[in-house]
């Protein structure tokens, strides 16, 4: 069979347009369920009593969990990609919700050995348990450990709730609030106020820096990158690659938060429908906006986003810190002849280019 580049080029780009209808979907789901997103000031650290710890993506699960803690002393914690739960009316009404512990996915044996409570993982992005929490780590759904007790009821939390009661208390301990919610109706309501500080010149730029977090070297690009952003400029992230520099304080512009947490890794969404209606109130492509992208590299999903990105006609693009494997040099060199797809590299001259518009 003949190699024909360009067939291979649409079909990719269709799986682009595919997985944006697929997070389109989810937005739907998730905000008809759940409420639309609000920006929330999430606390971190433990409070005195006993504590679940929830990792993973599965909103449901999380709610589940906590119909079924209420009125038991047990409160429950996100983690990970959990923490924009925080920003969902439907899931904020439960009190006993009461913060975030830890950072990304690939801390987690470090912040699982810590924890001291019991602890779900709903999704993946969970590593083999150390022998310190093994016994309090319980799987449910798709995620599955050897070693490790899988509930497959989610209508039957009672194993995990009576493993943290019987670990007892946590000690009161709290750390620096994070900020999440930022979903693209919170942002957009911002939008009149946005443009005209764009055009005021007090905003100079947006930076979207975000995706999904790995453990290799390298990636301390990200924190170097965001600590470097000019005053007047704006911080988009997603995904777990904000737990890069989410703990930062990057102060407002005018009110407007320099740093907009706009959720999970779908919540790509948001920032591609930010995009888009800013577009629309400069009468300008998306192409044309101040925005740099600049993308976190780990696994299939950023991948599925970047093909999104791409079949909507994004230029200038970012990825880092080292390409995925399916970029081949000759498949490099047709994204950047294309694309101008751009891999990351000294963060002070690729900082300068994107400064520059390039």
Wanted: glycine content about 10%.
């Amino acid at each position: 069979m003949d190699f024909d580049l360009d067939d291979h080029i649409r079909m990719a780009l269709k799986a682009g347009e595919m997985n944006l209808k697929a997070m389109d979907i989810l937005d739907q789901a998730n905000t008809e369920h759940f409420g639309d997103p609000e920006p929330t000031e999430v606390p971190t650290g433990t409070v005195k009593g006993p504590g679940i710890l929830v990792t993973g993506h599965d909103l449901l699960d999380l709610e589940e969990l906590l119909k079924q803690t209420e009125g038991t002393g047990v409160n429950v914690y996100t983690h990970g990609e959990m923490l924009p739960a925080h920003g969902y009316p439907e899931l904020k009404k439960y009190g006993h919700l009461v913060g975030n512990y830890g950072g990304a996915w690939q801390r987690q044996k470090k912040e699982f050995d810590e924890f001291g409570g019991a602890i779900l993982a709903t999704t993946n992005c969970v590593l083999i348990p150390s022998d310190g929490y093994r016994d309090r780590l319980f799987t449910t759904g798709i995620a599955a450990v050897e070693g490790v007790r899988h509930i497959d009821d989610r209508r039957d939390f009672s194993p995990i709730i009576e493993k943290a009661l019987e670990l007892g208390d946590l000690p009161d301990a709290p750390g620096r609030p994070l900020v999440t919610g930022f979903h693209h109706k919170a942002v957009l309501g911002l939008a009149d106020k946005v443009v005209q500080a764009v055009k005021d010149g007090r905003i100079r730029r947006f930076f979207l820096i975000g995706g999904c977090d790995g453990a290799r070297s390298g990636r301390s690009y990200y924190t170097e990158l965001a600590e470097k952003v000019p005053d007047d400029c704006v911080i988009l992230t997603l995904g777990c690659g904000k737990y890069r520099f989410n703990h930062m304080d990057f102060g407002d512009i005018d009110g407007i938060p320099r740093l907009l947490d706009m959720g999970q890794c779908n919540n790509a969404y948001s920032a591609i429908q930010v995009a888009v209606a800013l577009a629309e109130a400069f009468d300008c492509g998306v192409n044309d906006l101040p925005l740099s992208i600049v993308l976190s590299w780990f696994e299939q999903k950023a991948v599925a986003i970047l093909l999104t990105l791409l079949h909507l006609g994004v230029r200038n693009i970012r990825i880092g810190p080292t390409p995925p494997a399916f970029i081949t040099p000759n498949v490099l060199r047709v994204l950047q002849d294309n694309y101008n797809l751009m891999l990351t590299g000294d963060v002070d001259e690729d900082l300068e280019a994107m400064l520059r518009g390039e």
